[in-house]
């Protein structure tokens, strides 16, 4: 098979198909579902993911549903790759039977509700990640299913994808509405993490105490906290990489394995601090996996994913590309195929047929850019892409695809955002007013800055040193000895600016502040602010006149831009990234601009070199307008899809309407 059919995969939601029947999914759907499965076929992608029917019965694994719809996906492609997304929660019956191994939470929380709550009361049908007894279940099952698979369909089994918690991806269950930890079966795990047999988990009260006057939490009362945060990160994580291993076993290494985990900037302005989601731990994953993920995967971010949006990455998708594992993006738009249009429109419904033909093809443009896989995923198996017009944007990309197989380096952003997965888990509750702006909103402004970025973790930049030229540190606010040394010495050997944010290395890993460490990481000299200013804290002391970019209302700096050698160091005082001062920024770091100065914010666009004589730009306009986009160097160009001559580089002017999408080719 021609490798660029593996590159994107046909998703069908198995909470769709199961239902109350005896058979354990719903033959009504199975028509709809097949259906679509031809069209990708038709399209050139025979990679299905689908969730399952239930199979781990109390009275042993019963196979019959799910066999019977794995042949229906069979019979109508034979050549179905097909990679079942199998839920290892302990089911029903197994709770019923170790009540104990429960999750349990807050008594405070045990009732809040909100849009979509999963879970309610004290002791929801959720077993703790902590349980033991159920992480040894679910390898079991796990194993079992594998062998299954290997065993009655060798040649159409393509991978398995264990999924669990919260909405299948885990994340603690509920997360988002309330704080989990206080069963048995978590109170011993964390005593005997921490060493101390008469550790507690920390109350409801200590873990939001100060939410609302600072953002971090205090190294001096709320050690616990911090530590209960990172435990967290780590018993998940701890679990998930069994699971990957167990399921590489039972293949024999010959199919792939693939995992949710890592949404780092979605969860960043979590209302309970990000570390309540269990998501900050992937260089624990990476390590404790030990080779046997092949694909990490998250959905496209549910924060500019509309007609006129970026369709950002949850995840370091560039970090986990370099640690050797194929990253993913699960697009679950909704179509115009689907009539709920007003009930979803919060998640980029859309509701003509050209809206979802140019979402779609900047989704999966810019995942080709990148490098990443992509899965169409239809939630509710409704047949959101049940059109051969939407697969007809998949067919025109093909042959770019190939090219981008063909390229001689992968995607090298000359832009990356950077995030540290410590600094995170010290972030207290209601985090939005500091890690919205600074993190989250940041990838819907850099997006519409004129160039492409890449997403990376602190851990993975210091073992492996970044060529990007504009290098901004979102969340690096709580920093070891060895990370600020590590990036003290690329400040002198790998030249870039490094653009420092809020709070750079105010805090050790153990949260305890001092300024002298902030001088140590950037070069600047810092004071506090005498009165916090729009959620800013410090501004630069010694700062020469030409190198402030920006001032507070009382004269201080707020944005100094310091050169040294060949690099450059900045420091932006307030936690808010625009697009105009990222542009402004990148500007003066000499990076390739796509858009010029007065058209930062008009569009959002991708872009990569296949060639040291070829570069492919994707744009999807945020307004009606004519872009004047500016390529490497002076050669023809033309529309990637359709082949049509559009003019000469290195200046394109392109007239382009609201929400149009077009991919470009230079070479």
């Known amino acids: 098979m021609d490798p660029v059919y593996k590159r994107i995969v046909l998703k069908i939601s198995g909470e769709a198909l199961a239902g109350e029947k005896k058979t354990g999914f719903d033959f009504d759907l199975i028509s709809t579902v097949c259906a679509v499965v031809k069209k990708a076929a038709d399209a050139g992608v025979d990679f299905v993911s689908y969730g399952i029917p239930e199979v781990w019965k ?85 194993t079992r299913f594998v062998r299954h698979m290997m065993e009655k369909y060798p040649r159409n089994f393509a991978g398995i994808h264990p999924t669990g918690q919260n909405t299948a991806e885990w994340f603690y269950f509920d997360s988002w509405n309330k704080m989990n930890g206080y069963d048995p079966q978590t109170l011993a795990a964390f005593r005997s993490w921490t060493g ?27 050690r616990r906290c911090i530590e209960f945060n990172r435990f967290q990160q780590q018993e998940m994580t701890d679990f998930v990489a069994e699971l990957a291993r167990a399921s590489r076993a039972a293949t024999e290494g010959r199919k792939l394995v693939v995992l949710f985990y890592g949404y780092a900037w979605e969860f960043a302005a979590h209302r309970y601090g990000p570390a309540n989601s269990g998501h900050y731990g992937m260089e624990n994953l990476l390590k404790k996996a030990d080779g046997s993920i092949d694909v990490l995967c998250s959905p496209i971010s549910y924060f500019d994913r509309a007609f006129c949006g970026s369709a950002p990455n949850m995840s370091a998708g560039e970090t986990v590309m370099r640690n050797g594992i194929l990253w993913l993006n699960e697009d679950d738009t909704r179509t115009h195929l689907d009539h709920r249009s007003e009930a979803y429109v919060q998640e980029g419904t859309l509701v ?21 896989g992509s899965w169409w995923m239809d939630l509710p198996g409704m047949g959101w892409y049940d059109s051969k017009e939407l697969w ?79 290098q901004v540190f979102q969340s690096c606010w709580s920093l070891s000895d060895a990370k600020i040394d590590a990036l003290a010495r690329q400040r002198e050997t790998y030249p870039a600016m490094r653009v420092w944010c809020w709070a750079p290395g105010w805090r050790d890993n153990e949260g305890v502040p001092d300024l002298a460490r902030m001088t140590r990481l950037t070069g600047f000299r810092f004071k506090p602010l005498a009165k916090p200013v729009d959620q800013a804290l410090f501004t630069v002391t010694d700062a020469k006149p030409e190198e402030i970019l920006e001032r507070f209302p009382d004269g201080s700096p707020s944005v100094v831009v310091r050169r040294h050698g060949a690099g450059a160091d900045a420091f932006v005082s307030r936690p808010d990234l625009t697009a105009p001062l990222l542009h402004r920024l990148a500007a003066l770091a000499g990076v ?26 994707e744009v999807q306009a945020m307004e009606d307008t004519t872009l004047h986009l500016r390529f490497p160097s002076a050669q023809p160009i033309r529309d990637a899809i359709s082949g049509q001559p559009l003019g000469q580089g290195p200046v394109l002017p392109i007239k382009l309407a609201k929400g149009e999408t077009r991919v470009l080719l230079a070479e």
Request: net charge neutral.
């Open 58 to 142: 109390k009275d042993g694994d019963d196979f019959t549903a799910f066999d019977a719809l794995t042949d229906s996906l069979i019979k109508v492609n034979p050549n179905v790759l097909l990679i079942p997304r199998v839920s290892v929660n302990a089911p029903k019956w197994w709770l019923e039977k170790n009540p104990e191994h429960r999750m349990q939470y807050a008594a405070e929380h045990a009732h809040i509700t909100g849009r979509g709550v999963w879970g309610h009361g004290l002791r929801p049908d959720m077993a703790t990640v902590s349980s033991r007894p159920s992480r040894a279940a679910a390898v079991a099952y796990i």
């Open 392 to 470: 007809d944007v998949q067919r025109g990309l093909m042959p770019l695809e190939k090219k981008m197989l063909a390229r001689t380096a992968p995607f090298t952003p000359e832009v990356a955002l950077i995030q540290d997965e410590e600094s995170m888990i010290q972030v207290a509750g209601k985090s939005n007013p500091v890690n919205g702006g600074l993190v989250s909103r940041a990838r819907g402004a850099v997006n519409r800055c004129g160039a492409p970025h890449g997403q990376y973790l602190l851990f993975d930049i210091c073992q492996k040193p970044l060529t990007a030229k504009l």
């Open 196 to 222: 101390d047999p008469s550790a507690e988990v920390p109350p409801v009260s200590a873990r939001l105490a100060g939410e609302n006057e600072r953002h971090l939490l205090d190294a001096a009362t709320q």
């Open 592 to 617: 390739h601009l796509y858009l010029p100065e007065n058209e930062v914010g008009k569009a959002t666009l991708w872009a990569t070199r296949i060639r040291d004589d070829a570069c492919v730009l």
């Open 352 to 372: 003509t047929l050209p809206q979802s033909r140019s979402v779609m093809l900047r989704n999966t443009a810019q995942e080709a850019i990148r490098g990443f």
